[in-house]
């Protein structure tokens, strides 16, 4: 799974490739890489070509030049011309908490390039606590002052205490290393920040009723009982906006079930693939 590079806008797009079938998208949380997949990436490779993507700011992508390109809007846009490079037009999408919220925005924009959804853990339009923080300008100059600032051994034990909180009982000391040894670099809290900042929720809940009352994929929504990120209200909320998608929870999983239960998660998704039908 080798880290490659391709042009976006004016910025690069850092992604990785594995397995071979049809093409299906994956799409990370904020923060976090390309490396949040690799259980799932692993055992869905033999089914599919997996590529899964950094967002801008992100393992290795470069931030975008402007704010307005951290919206849901530009970042679907951003997913379609990723998929338009790599030379397919349609493919499966599969997103995680702040992914899944792209993900969600792209298939009501673009419902011929997306064959099936899946949404694991995905964003609601409901705004948590820690998003209004990130939002207020003063305290994302100071948070991002502060982390530039902080030396390596205190942001990676930063990041290693958050990967607890978020991973749930899928946590692990490996884990943790590998999740702070990513998160050690200055500018991560203006991507995190910009991410959040530039997110309309009003917007995001009008696409919810649009997709989820037109129903114009397939959809699996995926949630965790024990996720301290998206409460299981939060949860329960959205899929109420989805009357005729799947939907699945693990009840004693963290917000990452793809890394607490990656073997019963996989079959999920190729069985929902399959009853989608033909690609």
């Not at 899928?170 to 943790?176: H, I, L, Q, V």
Request: with cysteine; charged share 20%.
């Amino acid at each position: 799974m080798r880290l490659q590079t391709m042009p976006y806008d004016a910025s690069q797009l850092a992604f990785i490739r594995t397995g071979s079938g049809p093409p299906v998208v994956m799409i990370h949380g904020n923060p976090a890489t390309h490396t949040l997949w690799r259980p799932l990436a692993e055992r869905l490779a033999a089914a599919r070509t997996v590529y899964a993507i950094n967002l801008p700011g992100f393992g290795g992508s470069p931030a975008p030049a402007t704010a307005d390109q951290y919206t849901l809007r530009s970042l679907a846009r951003l997913v379609l011309e990723f998929g338009t490079i790599q030379g397919f037009e349609r493919f499966d999408l599969i997103g995680h908490s702040f992914g899944g919220a792209i993900s969600i925005t792209m298939a009501d924009l673009f419902p011929d390039s997306v064959r099936s959804l899946v949404a694991i853990t995905p964003m609601t339009d409901r705004i948590p606590m820690l998003a209004r923080l990130a939002r207020v300008a003063p305290l994302e100059w100071m948070a991002g002052t502060l982390w530039n600032a902080a030396p390596s051994r205190l942001r990676r034990e930063f990041a290693g205490r958050w990967a607890h909180v978020s991973y749930g009982k899928g946590y692990s000391p490996g884990r943790a290393a590998e999740v702070a040894m990513e998160a050690d670099r200055k500018g991560l809290v203006r991507a995190l920040c910009g991410l959040v900042r530039e997110t309309d929720y009003g917007s995001y809940g009008e696409t919810l009723g649009r997709l989820g009352a037109a129903h114009r994929q397939p959809v699996l929504l995926v949630g965790a009982g024990e996720d301290s990120i998206i409460p299981a209200s939060h949860f329960e909320h959205l899929c109420g906006r989805f009357p005729r998608a799947e939907r699945h929870i693990f009840p004693e999983s963290g917000h990452v079930p793809m890394w607490q239960h990656p073997d019963d998660l996989a079959p999920l998704i190729r069985r929902f693939w399959e009853k989608a039908g033909p690609v």
